[in-house]
Structure formats: C-alpha cells, structure tokens
C-alpha cells in the first residue's frame, strides 16, 4: 500500500462547478502539506502550502487537512477550463526534503 | 529566464545504451533532486543533493549515476538503459523550508 493514496479519476465537471480533490495517508510523521498543478507534458507547479491541520485560502482555492483522519483536500470554487490539469497530493514530514506524491487527479473542466 | 532548466527535452535511445540527462537552476538553491514520472502520473523520488553533497538516495538501480558539478547543476546519467526506464524525469531545486521548483521534464523513451 503506498503512503499517499490518490484517486487518479479522470474528474470531468462542468465549468462554474466546485472541483473537490482529495488524497489520504497512512504516515502520521507528515507535517507539510502541498497541492501541486501539473498541466500536460509541463512540470508540477505548487498552488497551496499548508503546515498541519487547519485550512488555508486562496482566491478561488482552498486547501484543508485533517491530521487526526490523515486526509487533506482541495476545493476549486469556480472552475475554469483553464483549471484542466492533473493535481498532485505531496507531503513531508520536515519543511524541505523527501516529499511523497500522490498519483494525481486528472481534472478537466468543460465549458 | 528558467528557474529549472533540463536539456534534453525528448531522448528517444535504445535498449543498452547509456544517456545523460542535465538540469541547472539559476535560483541560487542549495538542494536539488531528481525525480522519476511513470506513465500512470506517479511522481517518485530518486535522488537529492545538497551543495554537491548526495544526501537522499532511493531504491534506485545503480545504473542510475547522479552527480552534482556544483550547487547549481545537478546530472543524471543512466547506464545500459531498459524498456522500464521510459518516463518522464524532473529536477527539482529548493532552498530550505521553501517550496520545491520543477523543472519542465525530460521524456525518456527506451526502443
């Protein structure tokens, strides 16, 4: 079983919709909490940084993670096609190092 | 200019043969990393340095030879290349308790 557990989808919604992502994991060490973007044949890029439980916002993102659950998530209020991208889960247990990815979620919005 | 830059952009080679792929970044980071993108999207860690120093490696064959001339360049060469080592591969750079750049991809197709 790996320790970052991600639905792969694909996810197809509606653009205007809330996109709703999620990723679970088994090691209670992780601390750090990441959501990356990667559009197609680019490089991950990070959207949202979170340091323990709690939530975090920005614009039309928010990020929430659950140390008792071991879940964190991703809301993308008014998606837009241009949010079509596959999201990776990442996560450590120290503020740089070795991060463990999730297998991504591929998004598409369609307008 | 490109933070994280990795030249080639596309190697196609054939089984046996031995390839090197570089990165560079010009962010002034002491950590860089390599990592491993199958073609399911599932992003892994290989190896990382810091100030030329090898101070994550992971169960990686060693036919994989990273080296580090200096805290800004970070290769990756690969001995007697095989079928499973076709994906994409990313360098990273990061200065501690910062975010993690991705360079955009080298994708290494194996005849």
């Known amino acids: 079983q790996k320790e970052v557990e991600q639905d792969p989808g694909p996810l197809s919604v509606p653009e205007g919709a809330i996109v709703s992502l999620n990723c679970t994991y088994s090691?209670?060490?992780?601390?750090?909490f990441m959501w990356y973007r990667q559009y197609s044949r680019k490089g991950p890029e990070l959207l949202m940084y979170?340091?323990?439980?709690g939530n975090k916002e920005d614009g039309r993102f928010t990020a929430q993670v659950d140390k008792s659950s071991k879940y964190i998530s991703l809301f993308i209020r008014d998606s837009q096609p241009s949010d079509s991208a596959t999201y990776l889960c990442?996560?450590?247990?120290?503020?740089?190092?070795?991060?463990?990815f999730g297998a991504g979620t591929q998004v598409v919005v369609t307008p | 200019d490109t933070a994280v830059s990795q030249t080639p952009k596309y190697l196609v080679t054939q089984m046996g043969n031995d390839k090197s792929i570089k990165c560079e970044q010009n962010?002034?980071?002491?950590?860089m990393y390599w990592y491993k993108q199958d073609s399911k999207k599932f992003l892994k860690i290989m190896f990382s340095y810091n100030n030329k120093e090898l101070i994550i490696n992971e169960t990686v064959p060693n036919r994989f030879s990273p080296k580090s001339p200096d805290k800004a360049h970070l290769n990756l060469h690969i001995n007697s290349l095989e079928l499973g080592d076709s994906a994409v591969y990313f360098c990273?750079?990061?200065?501690?308790?910062?975010?993690?750049?991705f360079g955009p991809g080298t994708r290494l197709t194996v005849l």
């Open positions: 979170t340091y323990s439980s």
């Open positions: 990442a996560m450590t247990a120290d503020s740089w190092g070795k991060l463990q």
């Open positions: 990273a750079s990061q200065s501690r308790g910062d975010e993690q750049f």
């Open positions: 962010l002034g980071h002491d950590t």
């Open positions: 090691n209670s060490a992780f601390q750090y």
